[in-house]
């Protein structure tokens, strides 16, 4: 159980092309998911957390007129990367909260999807 | 959240017990440890956590000092697969729906060597 799976694996676009990519939580429901960049031989970097239903809330630093999030139902998170430019290139990874362990304090985790590889050139 | 320290790197023959280390001397009452691992080009794996007492489960053993300002991953019988790099992770915990941000350190390397 706890799977979360990513689409598209990889991701090679031309400079200026917007890039969507899906998180998926196929059994189970999630009420939060989390959306971290990943740049080579460094760790993850929380971007936003998306709530189903409302506005993401970005990280200090994170533009969101260019990192478009929207979560719309309790197993699919999107996330836009618009206008891609080649520092945009990274490893986008996905995470997602049962809910029903929300508001269980210590018994809460969360579950990653398996990332997907975005290449601008 | 508790800022964590884990050495870069360690090395662990297979077969043999990986005991991955991580202090977290500022960590309050209410904030619980967490241990997840990333294989190379993968997504991190959640593995075990705990707030006080000691944990196991079916992938490892958390050991968590009395004083609460250190921990100890322990995986009984380390394979080749088990390769990754381990991130000890403290966080407080929200009641009533809110949920928490995970914080990712640099974590630790564990080769572990045939």
């Not at chain 1, 969507?20 to 939060?32: M, N, Y």
Request: net charge positive; charged share 15%; hydrophobic share 35%.
């Amino acid at each position: 159980g706890a799977v979360v799976s990513q689409h598209p694996s990889w991701v090679i676009c031309k400079s200026g092309t917007s890039v969507k990519i899906e998180c998926r939580s196929l059994d189970f429901q999630a009420t939060t998911m989390f959306w971290y960049r990943q740049f080579p031989k460094k760790s993850l970097m929380l971007m936003a957390t998306s709530n189903e239903g409302s506005k993401a809330t970005y990280e200090q630093g994170v533009e969101k007129d260019k990192f478009l999030i929207n979560h719309a139902s309790l197993t699919l998170s999107t996330l836009t990367v618009t206008s891609a430019h080649p520092e945009d290139s990274s490893f986008y990874i996905c995470s997602a909260r049962p809910w029903r362990l929300a508001g269980l304090g210590g018994k809460e985790t969360q579950y990653f999807g398996p990332g997907t590889r975005l290449l601008v050139l | 959240d508790a800022k964590t320290t884990q050495p870069p790197s360690m090395d662990c023959a297979e077969g043999r017990a990986a005991n991955l280390p991580c202090n977290h001397s500022t960590i309050s009452g209410n904030e619980y440890v967490y241990w997840y691992r990333q294989i190379h080009s993968q997504g991190p794996q959640y593995i075990i956590h705990g707030l006080k007492n000691n944990e196991t489960n079916e992938m490892a053993s958390l050991i968590i000092t009395e004083d609460r300002k250190s921990s100890t991953l322990i995986l009984p019988h380390a394979t080749l697969r088990d390769t990754a790099v381990y991130y000890c992770i403290v966080r407080g915990v929200l009641y009533g729906g809110a949920t928490n941000k995970l914080i990712f350190g640099t974590g630790t390397l564990l080769a572990v060597q045939p």
